[in-house]
């Protein structure tokens, strides 16, 4: 028994510490690659996009999660796309992501402040959130409010007009593998 308990209590030791360096590498990507790309003004650029797919990569790979990307049709990289995808984990982001790096996500806007108290790590990133948003290519709404949704969709439109869209119709992950309903909203963007 003894020695199961020490299994375990090793491969939670090695979870916890994969999770604290992605943490590290996540600090980095804010605090050092961030402004970097803020001064050199390459944030959204090809450059960000290339920067952003290795780093992601990294990313998944320090949590263990491979990608195996099967596709019945090569993706036309001069295409712009609206992805809309099923929402289980932030993992989902990175995946996506690194399969389209030149790509905006849409996101709530208080997608940080809304787990702040419950997250340290959150709590700190609430300070840096301008950095946050700018270099994950995240567009922010605000639930339940027409204003932002008018804007949100005006910013969609003109995004696609050289990026991807990213967008998790259901508004929140949903982690039993379940999803919850979507919202309609996007799908009327789409067929505008």
Request: hydrophobic fraction near 45%; glycine fraction near 4%; include cysteine.
């Amino acid at each position: 028994y003894l020695s199961i308990i020490n299994i375990i209590l090793i491969m939670s030791f090695i979870q916890n510490a994969k999770v604290f360096v992605f943490l590290i590498f996540v600090f980095f990507q804010m605090l050092i690659v961030g402004p970097l790309l803020l001064l050199t003004q390459t944030v959204e650029t090809s450059i960000h996009c290339i920067e952003k797919k290795m780093i992601y990569y990294f990313y998944l790979l320090i949590l263990n999660s491979k990608i195996n990307i099967s596709f019945t049709k090569k993706v036309n990289r001069n295409k712009k796309y609206l992805i809309m995808s099923n929402h289980h984990t932030a993992l989902d982001y990175f995946v996506l992501n690194y399969v389209f790096p030149s790509s905006f996500t849409i996101v709530k806007s208080d997608i940080i402040s809304q787990r702040a108290d419950k997250n340290v790590s959150l709590k700190f990133i609430q300070y840096v959130k301008y950095l946050f948003y700018k270099i994950g290519m995240l567009i922010t709404y605000i639930r339940n409010d027409k204003v932002s949704g008018k804007e949100t969709k005006k910013k969609i439109i003109e995004t696609l007009k050289h990026n991807n869209i990213i967008i998790f119709p259901e508004g929140t992950s949903s982690r039993n593998g379940i999803p919850t309903a979507f919202k309609k909203g996007i799908f009327y963007l789409a067929f505008e």
